[in-house]
């Protein structure tokens, strides 16, 4: 294998679980989100109308990250079988565990309080 291939090899293998978990991340952040949205409605008792374009919208976004998702993983696939063809991976060598290597800033902190909103002060 060739030094070229093998610096590219080795920064796909960095790239790769970076790429899956920031899109991980950004489907929780959205998650959140979406249950915070829903649970504003409920606790200032709001009609279940307000606020539906704004939670459309979210849940539109949220499909299309788990769409992305999907495609990176299908990315992912296509790489391990570039990678057996010109790197030289071993047909039964696996990748190693996403969240075990690389954590964004993000998932560190704490999960923020649920907390009824009082829109009356």
């Keep these: ?39 504003a409605r409920v606790d200032t008792g709001v009609p279940a109308a307000t606020g539906q374009v704004a939670v459309r919208r979210l849940a539109k976004a949220q499909m299309a990250l788990v769409e992305a998702s999907s495609d990176v993983l299908r990315v992912h696939g296509e790489l391990q079988k570039v990678g057996r063809e010109f790197a030289g991976m071993d047909v039964h060598e696996t990748c190693p565990a996403v969240q075990a290597r690389w954590c964004p800033p993000i998932c560190i902190l704490s999960p923020p309080e649920r907390t009824k909103v009082d829109w009356n002060v």
């Design 1 to 39: 294998m060739s030094y070229q291939i093998r610096i590219a090899s080795d920064q796909i293998k960095q790239d790769m679980p970076h790429t899956e978990a920031s899109i991980d991340q950004a489907l929780i952040s959205v998650s959140s989100l979406m249950a915070t949205l829903v649970q």
